[in-house]
């Protein structure tokens, strides 16, 4: 995708091919800044402090975690810390692990000398095949919003949360992928954006890369979503997922939950977009096993932005001596889910509508 007329991933191998490089998403909307990954720590760093973010970018940063860490010790012993270390990293998002797998069992039958060149060429890999799964998703997305447009006048209106764009994979996005396609095709859309409390990521993010794409839309407070569906403005709602249990049920930023409920309240179809990595078939009831991980509380408490001088500060907005707790994410249950949008269609969900795309699993 595009940030002022040129053509951007999320993380790339460096000119060099020493290191990685990444888009700093803390740093966005405000500034672009490249950030230079060169250890197994900075990559580590990276994906703990949300430089990097979302399922799928945080499985590419992972791989190119592994291939740093053997840059420095490609020994069994290596292999190991380096796989340990990025799998403390984020407890929800599935990817992480399974790019670490992809990356270990590309390396391991390899003498230590032939390690890393094997982890950067399968890292390399891994980001390419996430392009094109995304573009798959587009494409399936993309027949959804048609089927909208054809019998309705006006926009199609489309409500997301978080952000499931490109920036949150290597290019296209998930959620994200079939508006793109469908405002390249001419179809007419509009974007109702969460703010996406802790750390604003429809805000700053979403709104953001659709800016960038010309795509119209509407940032909203995260309450605002129900009222707006009550109202009859929500034609759809599609939204990603950081893990899908085998059941359909899907983890996402906190607040999904809520926006299912509401959207099944009202008779508005709630699509969750996800490439195949995502889903995990070893956890047969997402409400009850998909670990929710717990971030530091000063995500809650303060808030960082622009002033009027042009300054970037952080603020304090909680009252002093209150405390508050800070839950990443929510599982949505997969009866409030209209349908599972991948790369190889759309199903519903459930373990038999995800066996239908993948029987390979069965």
Request: contains cysteine.
């Amino acid at each position: 995708m595009q940030i002022n007329g040129k053509s951007y991933r999320t993380v790339w191998t460096s000119q060099d091919r020493r290191a990685a490089e990444i888009i700093d998403q803390t740093r966005l909307p405000f500034e672009v800044r490249i950030v230079r990954l060169q250890s197994l720590e900075d990559a580590a760093v990276a994906i703990e402090t949300m430089q990097v973010r979302g399922a799928p970018c945080i499985g590419a940063a992972a791989a190119y975690g592994m291939f740093l860490g053997l840059a420095e010790d490609a020994s069994d012993a290596g292999l190991t810390r380096t796989s340990e270390r990025l799998a403390r990293t984020r407890p929800t998002a599935v990817n992480l692990n399974w790019a670490i797998g992809e990356i270990a069992a590309a390396v391991s039958h390899l003498p230590p000398a032939s390690r890393a060149a094997a982890a950067l060429e399968r890292a390399e890999d891994i980001c390419d095949e996430d392009v094109e799964i995304s573009k798959g998703i587009g494409r399936s997305g993309l027949q959804i919003i048609e089927q909208i447009a054809a019998r309705k006048k006006g926009p199609v209106n489309i409500l997301t949360h978080c952000n499931a764009g490109w920036l949150a994979t290597v290019d296209w996005g998930t959620a994200t992928a079939p508006i793109y396609m469908a405002h390249d095709k001419g179809i007419d859309i509009h974007v109702w954006v969460d703010e996406t409390r802790p750390r604003n990521q429809g805000a700053s993010l979403t709104a953001f890369e659709l800016g960038a794409h010309g795509v119209p839309h509407t940032v909203i407070v995260d309450n605002a979503g129900g009222h707006l569906m009550q109202k009859g403005m929500v034609d759809m709602c599609i939204v990603g997922t950081d893990r899908t249990a085998r059941n359909g049920d899907v983890a996402n930023k906190i607040g999904t939950y809520l926006k299912a409920l509401a959207a099944h309240d009202n008779g508005v179809p709630f699509y969750v977009a996800l490439p195949h990595t995502t889903i995990d078939w070893t956890i047969a009831d997402g409400v009850r096993d998909i670990p929710i991980e717990e971030r530091h509380s000063d995500e809650v408490t303060r808030m960082t932005g622009r002033t009027a001088s042009g300054a970037i500060e952080t603020v304090e907005i909680v009252a002093s001596g209150s405390r508050a707790a800070n839950y990443a994410f929510d599982v949505t249950p997969a009866r409030l889910v209209t349908g599972l949008v991948t790369e190889r269609g759309v199903c519903r969900a459930s373990e038999e509508g995800l066996l239908s795309l993948y029987p390979e699993r069965r």
